[in-house]
């Protein structure tokens, strides 16, 4: 099967198939545009350090401004990105009640032993229970458009952020109404502020268990850095993108990341049918493209001169 | 002679200097306690009885046999049984070490990689039946050639295929298959998105996407392998990877009762619909069986063994080669001329033409069964025409 008549021209034509596929993905990722702001607020020259220092307040809110140098691409992906968080880890993202979450009441009552010890809380059952739910990523962002000197509101796209088979199929509330009740006699996770049912009053689609940032949130992150995505800027002005101009990120600074010395970012990116910028997969494709190129040169010549020697 | 001195001596030649392994053959009550002494004991159904036979490891009806049953049957059963056990340690290197290397990235918490049904099918379901077919039915060279060259024989003696280098070989591998896999998929996942929406996939996404790469991996290489292709190897091989496409879209396409955990709901399909997802797999696959490759090609052109240049010789003639054809110009030593070898250049009629006028050729008629009963596995396929040429040249299970 594996005569060289087959492989030497195979490995050629696979080799120049990879090249070309490299170089479109390689095109395709340089055109992405990426911003990156770290806002841990470990530096003292940081926007953010004030949220950090003892004595930590509530609701510390700070502002990190940057400037657009050329139209950022819509629709714009805004992200937030944590390091050296190990959602991955086994106990942890175990901790979670899938029945819960699918809306069965009588776990409600009695929530299952993998969300120990984030199980009962004052005797009565925490609902969302588990160490996954009760660490929910509870920073806000608002983003600015500082025009004229004034602050113009950047609409924020929350719809569509987590998967539609999540959203739609696998996490679903308590069929109660109102949602309130179906919450009677349990606690909301320790962490948290609000209870599962106040996580979006406004709509009742994004409320409970349903709310995209707790689904984002749910969904576990394979590597220790990871990215979630928050936002879309899709609508109005913005609609073509972020124009050039100067802009403020106004951030709710609740979650604390700096006693596991991670971090915090936020990210704007745009995505293209490959998704975000990735330079591994062109650059892979490159290398195992010209590599077949040459390999199948490689044992032309080896062929050449071991089978025919000389000619009569 | 004997008994006693019949044993006596198959235990003098069992512990001379080499160890040899030793065969001891006979038909009557009196070759029994060689016939157990030895390590592999034969016993012929003679007119002395059963005695022999009783005791043996493999019994034939007559002496003749024993020629198809050493050069034909042992040769297979070795070739396919370590090919069999090296493969096996192979694919779970490939199959572990992934998962050892994501420890580093979860803590060291023991977090698997893969979702448990593809812990318990993999071994199982996914790659389980290509490597039996594989071990009952390879013939990597015809059975005529094997019957009259006894020198084949030299390519395996000493255990040669089960040796510390081979076996590091497949090990050194499997790992870096392993790593190309897990590594590939790292990078892809590396803190960006992958799908045209922006969404982020989980660990679970990341876990499906070494494991398709990996079950089609190690797929292909037992592919790769395979010199003698039936319709059954056709049906497990890509059966296999058919059924683990299928399982892995029923697996999470549905909300299973049973469970108390959903988290490969969905999982396969998101994955799937991911354009880089399927050109990570791609080339994850092609990166993984690159250096195998490369390394067959060139050991056969630069360094062929005996087997592998009457290989070379077979598919050149396509079954042409007949009983008559004298092997010994196909065993040219390396460093002769080229000419002599056996080669798949037709494009080269001089060289060709220059090759048969050491050889005879005979068109093959068919030849007597020595079966007793129609063996079960006696199919031929398409794809090896010159099986067709041979007539009774069918695998036979029987001698």
Not at chain 1, 165 to 173: G, V
């Amino acid at each position: 099967m594996l005569s060289a008549g087959v492989v030497i021209p195979g490995f050629f034509v696979i080799g120049l198939a990879f090249i070309g596929i490299g170089v479109g993905l390689l095109i395709t990722s340089r055109s992405i545009q990426v911003l990156e702001l770290d806002y841990t607020g470990t530096e003292t020259n940081s926007p953010c350090y004030k949220c950090t220092t003892p004595p930590v307040q509530n609701n510390c809110v700070c502002k990190l401004n940057f400037t657009i140098d050329t139209l950022f691409k819509g629709p714009v992906f805004f992200y937030y990105s944590l390091t050296n968080y190990f959602q991955s880890q086994r106990k942890y993202g175990a901790s979670k009640d899938y029945n819960q979450l699918s809306g069965d009441l009588t776990y409600f009552k009695s929530p299952a032993s993998d969300c120990d010890p984030y199980q009962y809380a004052n005797g009565k059952p925490i609902v969302p229970c588990g160490s996954l739910a009760n660490s929910m990523f509870n920073d806000t962002f608002k983003l600015y458009q500082i025009i004229n000197g004034q602050e113009k509101l950047v609409p924020f796209d929350g719809k569509g952020i987590a998967w539609w088979t999540d959203y739609n199929i696998k996490y679903r509330n308590p069929d109660y109404s109102p949602l309130k009740n179906a919450f009677n006699d349990t606690v909301k996770p320790v962490f948290w502020s609000k209870a599962a049912y106040e996580l979006d009053t406004s709509d009742a689609t994004n409320n409970g268990f349903v709310n995209q940032d707790f689904l984002v949130w749910m969904r576990r992150a394979a590597l220790p850095n990871f990215r979630k995505l928050y936002r879309r800027i899709t609508e109005g002005d913005y609609k073509d993108g972020l124009p050039v101009g100067n802009y403020s990120l106004e951030i709710s600074y609740n979650y604390p990341v700096i006693s596991f010395d991670g971090t915090k970012k936020a990210t704007f990116s745009n995505v293209s049918w490959m998704g975000g910028q990735n330079e591994f997969l062109g650059i892979a494709y490159l290398v195992i493209g010209s590599m077949c190129v040459v390999m199948s040169i490689v044992m032309l010549i080896v062929y050449a001169k071991f089978r025919f020697p000389d000619d009569d | 002679m004997a008994p006693l001195q019949k044993a006596q001596i198959v235990k003098m030649i069992k512990t001379s200097k080499e160890h040899p392994i030793t065969l001891a053959i006979g038909d009557g009550a009196n070759d029994v306690s060689m016939i157990l002494e030895a390590h592999v004991g034969i016993g012929i159904m003679g007119k002395e009885g059963r005695q022999a036979v009783r005791n043996s490891d493999y019994a034939i009806p007559k002496f003749k046999h024993l020629k198809k049953m050493l050069l034909v049957h042992g040769h297979y059963y070795y070739i396919r049984i370590s090919e069999l056990v090296q493969y096996f340690f192979y694919k779970n290197v490939c199959f572990i070490f992934p998962q050892f290397l994501y420890q580093f990235f979860c803590g060291f918490s023991q977090q698997p990689l893969y979702d448990t049904a593809y812990l318990t099918l993999y071994n199982i379901s996914f790659t389980s039946l290509p490597i039996l077919v594989y071990s009952l039915m390879e013939q990597h060279i015809n059975m005529d050639i094997l019957k009259k060259d006894p020198s084949l024989y030299k390519d395996i003696a000493k255990n040669s295929l089960l040796r510390w280098p081979t076996f590091i070989y497949w090990t050194v591998l499997g790992v870096y298959d392993a790593i190309v896999m897990f590594f590939g998929a790292y990078f892809l996942f590396d803190n960006t998105t992958f799908t045209s929406n922006g969404q982020m996939f989980g660990n679970w996404t990341f876990g499906t996407l070494v494991f398709t790469v990996l079950v089609f991996t190690v797929t292909f290489k037992l592919v790769l392998d395979t010199h003698y292709w039936t319709w059954i190897n056709h049906f497990v091989i890509w059966g296999s990877l058919v059924f683990f496409v299928l399982f892995s879209l029923l697996w999470g396409g549905i909300i299973w009762p049973f469970l108390n955990y959903q988290r490969m709901y969905y999982v396969f399909m998101q994955m799937l619909s991911s354009g880089p997802a399927w050109l990570s797999i791609i080339l994850l696959i092609t990166a993984g069986l690159l250096p195998d490759v490369v390394k067959k090609v060139i050991w056969r052109a630069m360094w062929p063994t005996i087997t592998e240049r009457i290989q070379d010789a077979d598919k050149l003639y396509k079954g042409q080669l007949s009983e008559f054809t004298p092997l010994a110009s196909l065993q040219a030593p390396p460093k002769a001329g080229g000419r002599r070898r056996g080669s798949e250049n037709q494009r080269n009629p001089r060289r060709s033409a220059a090759f048969s006028k050491k050889l005879m050729f005979t068109r093959w008629q068919r030849r007597p069964d020595y079966c007793t009963f129609t063996p079960l596995l006696r199919l031929v396929d398409g794809h090896s025409p010159h099986h067709n040429a041979y007539g009774g040249a069918e695998p036979e299970t029987c001698v």
